[in-house]
Each structure stands twice: as C-alpha cells, then as structure tokens.
C-alpha cells in the first residue's frame, strides 16, 4: 500500500478501491444508497455515528460519504443538516431508496416461538401494524437495523428476530421470515452522496439538477419572504425549505433551501446573487442531478 511521506496526504485513488463511509453496519439500508449510487464494487466503510462519517470524509480517510437526509414518513434527520453546514462537503448526487422492512432470525428459529423483535426505534414505529397483529412478540430497541442482524448471529437467541434489509439478511447468512411488514410501502428516504471541495463532477444534458443551499437572515418582519422572492421573482420552483436552530443564537435559524436548477446556469446566478444582498451567511451545499 502507499504510504505517505511528512506533510503529505496519502493518495486514496491510488492502490485500492474507492471507499464510502455511512451511519450503520454492512448492510444497513445506507448501503443499499451506496450501491445505487456508485455501484456494488465499492469498498464500504460502517461508522457508528453521523459525526463520524462526515469526520472520515473531511479528514481525507474516505473518498466519500453516503448520509440520509429525510424520510417520507418520519421528515428530515436534522443531525444530519447540522453537519452540512459544520462541515465543508459537496453534495454531489442524491438518490431515494424505498425502505421495505424485513422480519429476519438465525436459521433454525420458526416464527411461532419469536417473542422479542430488535431493531432501530425508527424501524420499530413503521412496523405497527405487524406488531398489532402479533401481540406476542415484545419490540427491543437497537441501535441500528443491520446491526440488529449481526448481534443475532453472533448471539444466537432462540427467541428473537430483527427488523432490517433483505441484503442484511444475505450478508450474515440469517435467515428470512416474512417480507414487506411495513406499514406504509410509500416509505422512502433521500440520500445524499458527498465529496470534499474540489471534486470533479461532470456535466451532462439530458438530465434535471438541483440545488441545495443554506441561509441565514436576521429576524425581523418580512426578511424570509424577501429572500424566498430572489426565487419567486425568476420562476425558480424551489421544492423543499427547512429551518434548524442557530446554536448561540436563541430563536435565529439556518434556512435549507432545494431548487431545481443549476447554481452556474444564469438565472439561477441572478438569484443567489440577489438572495446574497439580504442574507447574512450564504453558502452552496451543491449541485447534482436530480433523483428519479
């Protein structure tokens, strides 16, 4: 392997695969993101925590990183746009997984003798109507779906089953009980797939874009529905604004903002320039293609 020399950043194209870190174990759904993202040959690298996988692509440990950013049921995991903007990394692609949950054991456990179900609490919530249905079996919260998975297969309980994905299943070679035991099948969540600065993005034509950025304005009257009108005025449609706290800074806020559109195409520059004279912060998270 290459290693580098004082002073110097170890090269990651160089030698070995390319390698994305995501929240969770090997084959949580954030890898089911990364493989319809990139593809099935890249080498993954798990972090316990969100901090820690954009820590690992910041710090040049990985060449990139996968990280959802909302959920159609359950809305936006806001730790996530907090690290957006306490880290300076580039949205490059996004891409939307339809979340389809599991009932998995170690081989050789039949259903009727399950009584406790691991899981993430996430999980656990948009199985409802499963657990109605089966009054019998207790819901333990875990601290990942996948993760739920391999403590099965190390542990082997005689009594217990874990909520997760049907590649989860595959990866530790447990095994499938029922499928599909979600309560609602429009259940899907956005990824963001994210690169350092600098990181080449090719351009191409038959496609729709779409920009992600973040503001901050003072609070006084009418300063949103300003900035909100340097798109409103040029026919921007902007599909998605979120608001987060501003640490230090009682009742001021960050303000997420999508739209479709190109950040260097020329209307679009019109509006950011204009959104630039009355926003106190203003910064481009990226722009990529839009999800199908």
């Not at 909100?228 to 604004?241: M, P, V, Y």
């Amino acid at each position: 392997m290459q290693s580098a020399g004082p002073g110097q950043r170890y090269n990651p194209d160089v030698g070995r695969r390319r390698t994305v870190s995501f929240q969770g174990e090997k084959g949580a759904f954030s890898q089911v993101a990364v493989q319809q993202l990139l593809g099935p040959e890249v080498e993954v690298r798990p972090c316990q925590r969100f901090e820690e996988v954009f820590r690992a692509l910041a710090d040049g440990d990985v060449d990139a990183a996968v990280v959802p950013i909302e959920n159609t049921l359950h809305g936006s995991v806001h730790e996530n746009y907090d690290h957006l903007v306490n880290f300076e990394l580039q949205i490059h692609a996004e891409t939307n997984v339809r979340i389809s949950h599991t009932l998995i054991a170690c081989p050789g456990v039949p259903f009727r003798k399950l009584r406790r179900v691991f899981s993430h609490p996430v999980a656990l919530n948009q199985c409802v109507t499963f657990f109605r249905e089966n009054p019998q079996l207790e819901r333990v919260p875990f601290y990942d779906t996948a993760g739920s998975v391999k403590m099965l297969m190390e542990e082997k309980p005689a009594d217990a089953a874990a909520i997760a994905s049907a590649i989860a299943a595959d990866l530790y070679g447990a095994k499938t009980l029922k499928r599909g035991i979600e309560d609602d099948p429009s259940n899907f969540t956005r990824f963001f797939l994210l690169k350092r600065p600098g990181s080449r993005q090719t351009r191409t034509g038959e496609v729709q874009w779409k920009t992600s950025l973040v503001f901050q304005t003072r609070n006084v009257p009418g300063a949103l529905f300003r900035c909100l009108s340097a798109f409103a005025l040029r026919d921007i449609s902007c599909t998605k604004i979120e608001s987060r706290p501003l640490r230090g800074k009682p009742w001021e806020y960050w303000f997420y903002l999508d739209f479709l559109g190109r950040a260097d195409d020329e209307i679009p520059q019109k509006a950011l320039g204009h959104l630039s004279e009355m926003a106190d912060f203003l910064r481009v998270l990226g722009t990529y293609p839009k999800a199908v």
